[in-house]
């Protein structure tokens, strides 16, 4: 099985930075795209951002210049770092990686991390 493990996250005060890790670990021959998405009370689930198995990305347009993603592919793992924090950043934090387990099944899943909360104060 796949297991997908957030680990950063917590409270901030606005203007600052914080870095989120996001590993998976478990049966995975292949990790393609990996992403991060977030959600706050009252609203949608939105993508922050995404790389790609070659390191292209995509950002949303609320953070770009301010967030950074990037993947170690020789540790399974994707970072999301956030700097110049703002109170509507507050969200919990979902990181995505859309795994192919094996190569004998060939299709690939996304899994999910556990979530973590991102709250930026005034």
């Known amino acids: 099985q796949v297991q997908v493990v957030q680990s950063g996250g917590g409270l901030v005060q606005a203007g600052e930075s914080m870095r989120l890790s996001c590993a998976a670990s478990g049966r995975i021959f292949r990790i393609n795209d990996m992403g991060w998405y977030r959600q706050a009370p009252g609203k949608q689930r939105e993508l922050v951002a995404a790389?790609?198995?070659?390191?292209?990305?995509n950002y949303a347009d609320s953070v770009k210049g301010r967030f950074t993603i990037s993947r170690d592919n020789a540790k399974n793992t994707v970072y999301l770092q956030m700097n110049s924090l703002k109170p509507e950043d507050t969200a919990v934090y979902y990181c995505n990686a859309n795994i192919i387990s094996s190569p004998w099944v060939g299709r690939a899943k996304d899994y999910w991390g556990q979530g973590t909360q991102v709250t930026v104060s005034s």
């Open positions: 790389i790609t198995s070659g390191g292209t990305t």
